[in-house]
C-alpha cells in the first residue's frame, strides 16, 4: 500500500510538472510572437499616443522655410473631416478599408511675391492603425482621391524617391493663359510604417523646384524617425 502510494504521487508530480512547464512555454510564446510581443504582430510602429502628442509638430511650418510664409489653415483632419471631405458613402468606406486613426494638415502662403521661392506649401499626415492599412491607403485605390481624382498628373516618378516604405513623386504643369507663365506643382505622397504623409509644392516654375519639395518631405521623415 505504501508503495503504491508513493508510485502515484511520483506520477502527480510529473503530470503537475508537465502542466506547468506546458504553461510556461505558452506564455513565453504568446509574449514574444504575439501581436504584442517582441517579434509578433507590426514592428517599429508610430504609437497613436506619440502621434497624437506631436502631429502638428510634424507638418511643415513656416519656421521651417528660408522665407517668411503665412499659415492659410492649420488643423487637425479626423476621420469625420475625411468623411465630409469624401462624401459619406467614399469616406466611411475609406476608413473602414484602411483603419485610418487621425491625421493633421497645414496650408501656407508665401508672405510676400518679391521673395524667391514656391508660393504655396501643403503638408499632411495621416496615422493607421496598422502599417497594412497605411500601405492600403497609399495604393491607387485610395491615394488619388486624396490628390486630384480629376486630372491626371503631367509626371510620376518612383525612381526620384525614397523616403520611407514606399514613394510616389508627381508632377504637375499648367500653364497660365495670356501671362506666358508656367505654374508647376509637386506632390510627393510616402509611407513611414503605419503614417502616410503627403507634402505639395507649388509657384512658378523659375522659382519652384524639385529639391523645394524634397527638402520638405526629408524634414517630416525625420521628425517622425525622432517619436517612433
Partial sequence: ?????????????LILWIVIFAVVVILLYVF???PSGLLGGEANLVEERGFQRDSFELVLRPADRDISYTIQNDGRLSNEDIIGRMTALIGKTYILETGRVDGWDLYMEKTSNSKIGPSAYRSK????ETAAGASKAFDKDWFWVNIDPDNDPDYISEKSCDFGDECLFITYDKVIPGS??????????????????????KGADFETKD?????????????LKEIE
Fill in 1 to 13: 500500500m505504501t508503495e503504491n502510494s508513493g508510485s502515484g504521487g511520483g506520477k502527480g508530480k
Fill in 32 to 34: 514574444v510572437f504575439g
Fill in 125 to 128: 499626415v495621416e496615422f493607421f
Fill in 180 to 201: 506666358g507663365i508656367a505654374n508647376v506643382e509637386y506632390n510627393i505622397g510616402f509611407r513611414f510604417n503605419n503614417v502616410l504623409i503627403q507634402v505639395l509644392v
Fill in 211 to 223: 529639391n523645394d519639395a524634397l527638402d520638405a518631405a526629408q524634414l517630416i521623415l525625420d521628425s
